[in-house]
């Protein structure tokens, strides 16, 4: 079964604290690799998409990788303004077209 | 330029009873989709439409019905609402066929079913 995990499920940090959130799947065999990220109230908006191994796409204090079990979010001295879930989803061959959420990381960032 | 929209923003039903979620997109996108969000469950896929003219099945699919009036606009309708369908309902639309391309969300339907 094709299967998306995302750690932490909560993470606080201080402003300027770097650190990263990973996502972990287990798929048939993997087409695409994308990060969102979703303010309370909000719909998610798109921020990344990763196809292979060794992959990396910035923006801003974001960076995104991937390797062939899992992709990271390294967020650089984060700032409060970057407070918000961030959702992980994968597209699997087995899938077809639908998209495999993960559950989030909800990231708390205090000045 | 608004994007997706989706009407109503908050909606209360009780069971039984019957309602459609609109969803309108001004980007000219082909495919159209509608998610569900439940606490602790990731966004889950229950009705999409590839392009105008046709619509597919998701992972959640049962209660509820689509349809794509348009390029523009994706309705989803429950026909008898129960408890379960109490979710927060997320369209979403893209450029391409298929998920290879960004979806841009609206920002929900907020739905609860006494």
């Known amino acids: 079964e094709d299967q998306v995990t995302q750690s932490p499920e909560a993470l606080r940090l201080q402003e300027g604290e770097s650190s990263s959130l990973n996502c972990s799947y287990t798929?048939?065999?993997?087409?695409?690799l994308f990060w969102y990220r979703q303010d309370p109230g909000k719909g998610p908006e798109f921020l990344f998409t990763?196809?292979?191994a060794g992959e990396e796409k910035e923006k801003e204090r974001l960076k995104a990788t991937l390797t062939k079990k899992e992709s990271f979010l390294h967020i650089t001295a984060p700032k409060p303004e970057d407070s918000a879930t961030y959702l992980c989803?994968?597209?699997?061959?087995?899938?077809?077209?639908?998209?495999?959420f993960g559950k989030g990381t909800t990231l708390s960032v205090s000045s | 330029n608004a994007g997706v929209t989706q009407t109503p923003k908050f909606q209360v039903l009780k069971t039984g009873q019957s309602m459609t979620l609109q969803c309108a997109q001004d980007?000219?996108?082909?495919?159209m989709y509608w998610y569900r969000q439940d606490p602790g469950m990731g966004l889950r896929l229950i009705y999409y439409?590839?392009?105008?003219?046709?619509?597919d099945k998701g992972e959640v699919p049962n209660g509820y019905n689509v349809s794509r009036l348009n390029k523009r606009e994706f309705s989803l309708r429950l026909e008898s609402a129960a408890p379960s369908q109490t979710s927060v309902y997320f369209c979403?639309?893209?450029?391409?066929?298929?998920?290879?391309?960004?979806?841009?969300f609206g920002n929900g339907t907020r739905l609860t079913v006494t």
């Open positions: 979403a639309s893209s450029a391409g066929g298929f998920h290879n391309s960004p979806l841009h």
């Open positions: 990763l196809y292979s």
């Open positions: 439409s590839a392009s105008e003219g046709t619509t």
């Open positions: 989803a994968v597209q699997a061959t087995r899938s077809g077209t639908a998209l495999i």
């Open positions: 980007m000219n996108h082909n495919s």
């Open positions: 798929v048939s065999g993997l087409r695409g």
